[in-house]
């Protein structure tokens, strides 16, 4: 049984602990997680090099008057374990208790709803600014590290809070690596600032006009507090450089160091577990080195997510200069893409969709203004049971009203490969391909032409009611077909989309003498999506129009076929809201 944690209620707690006991405790927090996430999986690599750190800040600082806001927040796990939650982390029964990410429902130690990075500095900023205004004292510590640096409003953050001229301590944790290895000019400083000991001249934070103090054993509670006891309550901005070990405690995390960052159940790294299943992401990465051997132009992109696209370490080697890890900098890789269109080269930009969102500026005018005609393959974009940051459905809403910007959405493997072929040897316009949630195979070749842009597939002529299954839907909208045919003896008609950008008004118009309710299907927020467009274009007609898909809401953590339930998602629900129309 651990001597100290289980003594752990709040960091009051943790304060009358000796420093002498701090790494005994630091021990028994690194094995805590290694057994929870032995069980449940989840961030280990940046949970595992941070309890050291959150250790001394909590044992320095007096949460929650003095504010930390941790960028990214995936690694505050050792966090919620000093703030009250630790049963989350050593009751087998509560693992699921809290989310993986701060959140000021659970606890007054949580200052942000955060999952997403390079936004820590901007929102402590705001919260040293609102401290100033109101005449209080407390500190204000932002806590960047995983590779966050990197994104441009972290750029931003800096910019402003360097000129605070009052309390704002950056604690910065480098651990050499984001989620796959560092890219970009500033790690060369950042690594040269670890070899000299923090005595480089040439230093990126202090050219921002801020103080600087290096720790060089991150993982050394003492020597944290001594730095962090020698910033409390300073009157100016400041940055703390520590230097950990990401994964620290994992057996095989110097051997495969991207690898920590998240991990499934047993410890297995995530790049390995998915790597052992088909996947459409898999098919696409071994289609796009096709590409790559024959046609020296093509460029594959990444914002700081590869593995999450199947763009593995081994695809990373094959593809040598035609890969680039951007950073996390979603907006300067949508942008990277527009530039190399306009130049006459074949971007591919492999991108998450939670992650998208965050570039919709560029994807507006700097791709689809000038017609670019780049590649965005978009992958996690379904319903999904992440946690509100992570949802992943918010893409088909965003993207419709892009001028210009033609976008997919395959049903099969073999569709998603046409489609992709399609789009690399076209030069009109930039397209963007929703990545298929499921290894379905159409069974067939197919093709995908010209003609085919913006025209709906009729792949089961019926009528009375016709189906619109968009990407992942399709199947679903089968699955409601073959139940309308049991239950009620109704032969409806099932149309494949294929895309969202645009409506194919003469086959809506052509639905209009057969039918008389017309049912949407997609795997995304109904509001503003694809079906709302099918259902405005109905208006002034007798024609019935049902849209399903997610509500507008946030959801956090909820299981998918709970999601499914709640929006009347399940083949039974639709099925039975159809034949109500029908009466």
Not at 186 to 203: A, H, K, P, V, W
Not at 453 to 480: C, D, P
Not at 523 to 544: L, N
Request: proline share 5%; hydrophobic share 40%; with cysteine.
């Amino acid at each position: 049984m651990p001597e100290y944690l289980d003594r752990i209620n709040s960091p009051a707690d943790l304060k009358k602990l000796s420093p002498e006991q701090l790494p005994d405790l630091a021990a028994e927090i690194r094995e805590t997680l290694l057994i929870r996430l032995m069980t449940t999986g989840g961030h280990a690599g940046p949970n595992l090099g941070m309890v050291e750190a959150t250790i001394a800040l909590h044992y320095v600082f007096d949460s929650p008057k003095d504010q930390f806001v941790f960028d990214v927040s995936h690694q505050c796990y050792v966090h919620k374990m000093l703030t009250g939650r630790r049963d989350g982390f050593t009751d087998p029964a509560r693992y699921g208790a809290y989310s993986g990410y701060t959140n000021p429902k659970e606890s007054e130690h949580d200052i942000f709803t955060v999952g997403h990075t390079a936004t820590a500095i901007s929102l402590a900023t705001g919260l040293a600014m609102a401290r100033d205004l109101k005449g209080e004292s407390n500190n204000v510590v932002a806590i960047v590290g995983d590779g966050s640096m990197s994104g441009g409003e972290a750029f931003e953050g800096l910019n402003n809070a360097s000129m605070l001229g009052s309390n704002f301590i950056l604690l910065f944790n480098d651990n050499g690596i984001a989620i796959a290895p560092n890219h970009g000019g500033m790690y060369r400083n950042f690594s040269r600032l670890r070899e000299t000991n923090g005595l480089e001249e040439c230093n990126f934070f202090r050219s921002f006009g801020m103080d600087y103090l290096y720790v060089p054993n991150g993982n050394d509670v003492l020597a944290l507090v001594e730095a962090f006891r020698a910033v409390k309550d300073t009157k100016l901005p400041v940055v703390v450089h520590i230097h950990t070990e990401k994964g620290k405690g994992l057996p095989w995390n110097k051997e495969n160091m991207e690898g920590t960052h998240f991990v499934m159940p047993g410890l297995a790294p995530l790049d390995d577990f998915m790597s052992q299943y088909p996947s459409c992401g898999a098919m696409m990465a071994e289609h796009l080195l096709e590409k790559i051997k024959a046609d020296p132009t093509i460029m594959v992109l990444s914002p700081a997510t590869p593995g999450q696209s199947m763009l593995l370490p081994e695809f990373r080697e094959k593809a040598g200069k035609q890969f680039l890890d951007v950073g996390i900098a979603e907006q300067h890789a949508v942008a990277v893409a527009a530039g190399l269109a306009s130049s006459g080269a074949k971007p591919v930009l492999c991108i998450v969709a939670s992650f998208m969102q965050r570039a919709f500026d560029q994807l507006l005018l700097n791709l689809s203004l000038d017609k670019s005609p780049a590649i965005i393959l978009v992958s996690n974009a379904t319903i999904n049971p992440g946690d509100a940051t992570h949802c992943g459905i918010y893409d088909i809403a965003m993207t419709s009203p892009i001028p210009n910007l033609i976008c997919l959405a395959p049903a099969t493997v073999e569709e998603y490969l046409a489609m992709f072929d399609w789009a690399l040897e076209q030069v009109e316009a930039p397209v963007m391909i929703r990545e298929p949630g499921m290894l379905i195979s159409a069974g067939r070749n197919i093709a995908f032409t010209d003609a085919d842009v913006g025209k709906y597939e009729i792949t089961e002529r019926g009528s009375k009611v016709a189906l619109l299954g968009l990407g992942n839907f399709y199947h679903r909208a089968a699955q409601v077909k073959a139940l309308l045919k049991e239950k009620a003896g109704v032969d409806a008609t099932l149309i494949n989309p294929r895309t969202w950008s645009a409506l194919d008004e003469g086959t809506l118009e052509k639905l209009k003498a057969a039918h008389t309710v017309v049912v949407t299907l997609e795997d995304g927020v109904v509001t503003g999506g694809f079906g709302q467009r099918v259902a405005s274009f109905y208006g002034p007609s007798a024609m019935k129009v049902l849209n399903y898909g997610a509500a507008k809401e946030f959801r956090d953590r909820v299981p998918v076929e709970e999601q499914y339930l709640r929006d009347r998602l399940t083949p039974e629900q639709i099925t039975e809201d159809i034949l109500c129309c029908l009466q």
